[in-house]
Nanobody, 124 residues
Framework: QVQLVESGGGLVQAGASLRLSCAAS????????MGWFRQAPGKGREFLAAISGSGSTTYYADSVKGRFTISRDNAKNTVYLQMNSLKPEDTALYYC?????????????????WGQGTQVTVSS
């Protein structure tokens, strides 16, 4: 069982940056591939970024490539999402997820474990 807790969201102005964190419980964090998703009001869940257990492989949605960076610190059981040049359309609830198969996160928007989310609001 893996528990995920996101933090770092907030209200920012367009053009600002935020770094989201997702802390995972358990001693097997390194064995899980991790991802970030978001869901805006009235819209479906959108994949943003994925990172392999070792951190050597990353994958991004075209909508955030070049603006968002996913990383992880296995010693701290934490995965991060650095978000730069934020836009009002980035406003959403941001979730992290964990799964043992990278492709589940990156291409199927599936994961064994999900966090509760952290709200990001970008004002114009």
């Amino acid at each position: 069982q893996v528990q995920l807790v996101e933090s770092g969201g907030g209200l920012v102005q367009a053009g600002a940056s935020l770094r989201l964190s997702c802390a995972a419980s358990g001693s097997t964090f390194r064995s899980y591939d991790m991802g970030w998703f978001r869901q805006a009001p009235g819209k479906g869940r959108e994949f943003l970024a994925a990172i392999s257990g070792s951190g050597s492989t990353t994958y991004y949605a075209d909508s955030v490539k070049g603006r968002f960076t996913i990383s992880r610190d296995n010693a701290k059981n934490t995965v991060y999402l650095q978000m730069n040049s934020l836009k009002p359309e980035d406003t959403a609830l941001y979730y992290c997820a964990a799964d043992r198969q990278f492709s589940n996160i990156a291409t199927r928007a599936k994961a064994d474990y999900w966090g509760q989310g952290t709200q990001v609001t970008v004002s114009s």
